[in-house]
């Protein structure tokens, strides 16, 4: 029954938001409360899970979860639209993409897009590489007329790659730690796993999307681009250079690097280490980051910093709604069971353990809409199977991260993240994000099961 209660709340949430045109964050909060309403009533008689045996639990499972996604997000977001205003506004972004594009090309920007996405989400978590990158990227699908859903499939897809794969993220060192396997070995291969999944997930498969779209002769609202356009313009005032807006960029960016990987080079006790610590905590990098960019925007600014922070506030609004509803959507089926349902009725088929790996990571994906609780779990579920399985357990990690990349659907509060950053509709997400992640993760599981064929001679595999 729980299944079916699932499938039943993705097709309704699919139905209201494409085929209905309902409000993201209406069509959310009704499928929220509907889902856990139903998902009670299976349990009507029965032992149900703790913490949801009341219609009280569902209610407080909405509220919970909506605030502990806005908690998790809210101030990088608010943080982050405001620091591409101020960067968008001196001009920064135009000379940005003006350089991106003297380098590499219009023909192949989404190279570029997709390295620095591969870069930048190891450290960086991936909603704020989204906030960051979003402004430069619309700029340059506006003056390159390559589709943005490839650009945000390009971008998004590399920087889930890394964030799945790739340590010292959590998702992975929680596999590798459940596993007990080599967290040096497991970095290698898992490091070239991610480029795998980056390269065929983002950059081809934004290609053929890019190739669609050109084909259908598609295009994207850029008006508030135009908007904005006509208060930088026709003042006299000089654009900022393209060096100087992307040390905006990478400010926070490196602070937050300081901040991840201080920890392996000093010791625990160290005042040094709590100082780079508390510097490399995303809200607190983000806060420096928009404080620097207002410092050395100024001059180039055609309204006063004032202003551009309270439009960005604006704007930031609507997002938080629509992203921490998908947060209590997604609490919400987690927190009825469907998750455990769907894992233990998996491990009754018989299949390879890479496959299952996969299919088990994948599906915990789909019905969670997290990442790391899909990887965690997966990795608990199958560990000791791993261990006698006669693959390397190296391997069986991979397959686990693989599986939870991809198929993000509406109860991810990171789907719609990328919607709205990217201004994109929820069938070029799924087309773009959703899909584009499928692809990744079975372009790595493919890489696995190649792997396993030679894991007799190649290194740390016996």
């Known amino acids: 029954m729980l299944l079916a209660v699932f499938l039943i709340s993705i097709a309704v949430l699919l139905f209201c938001i494409i085929k209905l045109k309902l409000n993201a964050f209406v069509a959310l909060m009704v499928c929220a ?7 009670l009533a299976t349990y009507a008689g029965g032992a149900a899970p703790e913490g949801f045996a009341s219609i009280a639990d569902v209610v407080a499972t909405v509220t919970n979860n909506f605030g502990s996604t806005l908690g998790s997000i809210g101030i990088v977001t608010g943080l982050g639209v405001m620091l591409g205003m101020f960067m968008y506004e001196s001009g920064g972004i135009d000379s940005i993409v003006d350089k991106v594009l003297k380098a590499v090309g219009p023909k192949r920007s989404q190279y570029a897009v997709s390295v620095a996405g591969f870069i930048t989400g190891i450290p960086v978590f991936g909603d704020v590489v989204y906030i960051m990158f979003a402004p430069m990227l619309r700029v340059l699908s506006k003056k390159t007329k390559y589709s943005m859903t490839a650009y945000g499939c390009a971008i998004a897809v590399a920087t889930t790659c890394t964030f799945a794969l790739v340590l010292p993220t959590a998702p992975p060192l929680a596999v590798a730690a459940a596993m007990d396997i080599n967290v040096g070995i497991f970095f290698f291969y898992a490091l070239i796993a991610a480029f795998v999944g980056m390269f065929f997930g983002g950059i081809v498969w934004g290609g053929f999307i890019n190739k669609r779209d ?5 295009t994207w609202d850029f008006s508030d681009l135009d908007d904005q356009a006509e208060t930088t313009q026709g003042d006299g005032r000089p654009k900022m250079g393209a060096m100087m807006a992307m040390s905006i960029l990478l400010v926070p960016i490196v602070l937050i690097l300081i901040g991840s990987f201080s920890a392996f080079f000093l010791p625990a006790d160290s005042q040094l280490l709590q100082v780079l610590s508390f510097l490399g905590d995303k809200n607190v990098a983000m806060t ?18 004032t202003d551009i922070m309270a439009a960005g506030a604006d704007k930031v609004g609507l997002i938080l709604l629509i992203t921490g509803a998908g947060g209590a959507y997604g609490g919400v089926l987690k927190a009825c069971g469907i998750a455990t349902v769907i894992t233990d009725g998996l491990q009754g088929f018989h299949m390879p353990i890479l496959l299952m790996c996969f299919v088990i990571a994948q599906v915990l994906r789909i019905a969670t809409g997290s990442t790391t609780v899909a990887l965690t779990t997966t990795a608990a579920i199958v560990s000791t199977a791993a261990a006698t399985a006669g693959v390397s357990p ?6 686990v991260c693989a599986g939870g990349i991809g198929l993000s659907l509406p109860n991810d509060s990171g789907f719609w993240a990328i919607s709205r950053f990217f201004h994109l509709t929820e069938v070029d997400t799924l087309r773009g994000w959703s899909l584009g992640g499928f692809v990744a993760g079975v372009s790595i599981l493919i890489f696995a099961c190649l792997l396993s064929l030679c894991q007799g001679f190649l290194p740390g595999l016996v």
């Open 214 to 218: 050109q084909k259908l002769g598609k």
């Open 33 to 39: 409360y509907g889902t856990g309403l139903l998902a």
């Open 288 to 305: 420096i980051g928009v404080l620097y960019g207002a410092f050395i925007s100024r001059k180039y600014l055609p309204r006063s910093i």
């Open 394 to 399: 190296i391997l069986c990690a991979i397959a």
